[in-house]
T-cell receptor, first 110, second 115 residues
Framework: EDQVTQSPEALRLQEGESSSLNCSYTVSGLRGLFWYRQDPGKGPEFLFTLYSAGEEKEKERLKATLTKKESFLHITAPKPEDSATYLCAVRGTSGSRLTFGEGTQLTVNP | NAGVTQTPKFRILKIGQSMTLQCTQDMNHNYMYWYRQDPGMGLKLIYYSVGAGITDKGEVPNGYNVSRSTTEDFPLRLELAAPSQTSVYFC??????????????FGAGSRLTVL
């Protein structure tokens, strides 16, 4: 059974204070690791897909990296508008289904 | 381009009542999903469909039913509502999995309370 664990559960940062969110996973044959952003009262919004260890993707202040056991979402010089819950999910060879972690709630104070 | 549309946005049910959450997508996606999200928890898959006429159970299917008569629509039926079904429900869709992307597009959610 695929499993995803995200840490920390919640993170408070000051504007400009860089940090990282962690996503640890166990999966039978990784077919993709996904990062989503979820704002309060809204559905998750896709950020990145990573497929193999060593891969990195960037978008504005966010950079996602992948190893064989975990992924990190690095946030550089965050702004208050980066406040959201960040969800990690994996898809294994078992099929089309995604397994989601419980998310990290990020708050960036001005 | 509307994407994934869910209705209703909010609903309060009494124990034992039934209702249908509607979901429609206009992206011609083959795959559609229903998730529930409880406070502080991740998304749990209820049911999914790989195409019209084909549905399958996810992690938490008990108390729910689905149908997929068209590519666009994927309604979720709650029979005999129970307080444990109080949650936020998200419908999602994606293109062909073989493309490798499997990027889900989510609706805005339906908040259901069972009293």
């Amino acid at each position: 059974e695929d499993q995803v664990t995200q840490s920390p559960e919640a993170l408070r940062l000051q504007e400009g204070e860089s940090s990282s969110l962690n996503c640890s996973y166990t999966v039978s044959g990784l077919r993709g690791l996904f990062w989503y952003r979820q704002d309060p009262g809204k559905g998750p919004e896709f950020l990145f897909t990573l497929y193999s260890a060593g891969e990195e993707k960037e978008k504005e202040r966010l950079k996602a990296t992948l190893t064989k056991k975990e992924s990190f979402l690095h946030i550089t010089a965050p702004k208050p508008e980066d406040s959201a819950t960040y969800l990690c999910a994996v898809r294994g060879t078992s099929g089309s289904r995604l397994t989601f972690g419980e998310g990290t709630q990020l708050t960036v104070n001005p | 381009n509307a994407g994934v549309t869910q209705t209703p946005k909010f609903r309060i049910l009494k124990i034992g009542q039934s209702m249908t959450l509607q979901c429609t997508q206009d992206m011609n996606h083959n795959y559609m999903y229903w998730y529930r999200q409880d406070p502080g928890m991740g998304l749990k898959l209820i049911y999914y469909s790989v195409g019209a006429g084909i549905t399958d159970k996810g992690e938490v299917p008990n108390g729910y039913n689905v149908s997929r008569s068209t590519t666009e629509d994927f309604p979720l039926r709650l029979e005999l509502a129970a307080p444990s079904q109080t949650s936020v429900y998200f419908c999602a869709s994606s293109g062909t999995v073989s493309s490798g992307a499997n990027v889900l597009t989510f609706g805005a959610g339906s908040r259901l309370t069972v009293l």
